[in-house]
């Protein structure tokens, strides 16, 4: 069993930064691929980022090179790290670890970009 728990979201204004982090308790991190999504109200949950156990990274084309998404297995642990945000990326971000049939979700953090 693997519990996630994403923090770092807030109120930031347009053209900021923010870096979420997404702690996860258990074995084995390494062995697990991890994603960030985002999900607005009424829209189904996107990928923003994913990083694969053997490092493969693949960002939403929404992205257009403004996030990083990174990994330190010695504390088990997956970034984002957000750069030039958009009001259009205010959404709530969920982190998600999978392997084959094990699949498990944090609960999210939101994130609002305004001015």
């Known amino acids: 069993q693997v519990q996630l728990v994403e923090s770092g979201g807030g109120l930031v204004q347009p053209g900021e930064s923010l870096r979420l982090s997404c702690v996860a308790s258990?074995?084995?991190?390494?062995?697990?691929?991890v994603d960030w999504f985002r999900q607005t109200p009424g829209n189904q949950r996107e990928l923003v980022a994913r990083?694969?156990?053997?490092?493969?990274?693949s960002y939403g084309d929404f992205v257009n090179g403004r996030f990083i998404i990174s990994r330190d297995n010695t504390k088990s642990t997956v970034y984002l790290q957000m750069n030039s945000l958009k009001p259009e990326d205010t959404a709530t971000y969920y982190c998600h670890a999978w392997q084959g049939a094990r699949d498990y979700w944090g609960r999210g953090t939101q994130v609002t970009v305004s001015s």
């Open positions: 258990g074995n084995n991190f390494r062995n697990y691929h």
């Open positions: 990083l694969t156990k053997g490092n493969s990274v």
